[in-house]
């Protein structure tokens, strides 16, 4: 029903920075958390960064003091500024819309933009 759709990725040398965007299809209201996760081969997925609707943020350890994440609600996009970046960052960087319904919370994912930092 929402679609995500994420840009910004691309290859990036150690200590640069890259912007990833995530616009969804359509307004979303009420309870939501909005994110990114990313997955390395041979690695499970994590969670990166976070943010309410309200603007309250949470980062991964290995990601804070680097990594920025906000939101423009008018645009209804999604934002993470990665600065510093390091080769460890490199993955494929998924968007990820969390929302409450009166039947519970629902999941959306974007179908995920590669990021390559190299040495």
């Known amino acids: 029903q929402v679609q995500l759709v994420e840009s910004g990725g691309g290859l990036a040398q150690a200590g640069g920075s890259l912007r990833l965007s995530c616009t969804a299809s359509r307004s979303i209201f009420g309870i939501n958390v909005m994110g990114w996760y990313r997955q390395a081969p041979g690695k499970q997925r994590e969670k990166v960064a976070s943010?309410?609707?309200?603007?309250?943020?949470n980062y991964a350890d290995s990601v804070k003091d680097r990594f920025t994440i906000s939101r423009d609600n008018a645009k209804n996009t999604v934002y993470l500024q990665m600065n510093s970046l390091k080769p460890e960052d490199t993955s494929v960087y998924y968007c990820?819309?969390?929302?409450?319904?009166?039947?519970?919370?629902?999941?959306?994912w974007g179908q995920g933009t590669q990021v390559t930092v190299s040495s």
């Open positions: 943010i309410t609707s309200g603007g309250s943020a």
């Open positions: 990820n819309l969390n929302t409450l319904t009166t039947w519970g919370p629902r999941d959306y």
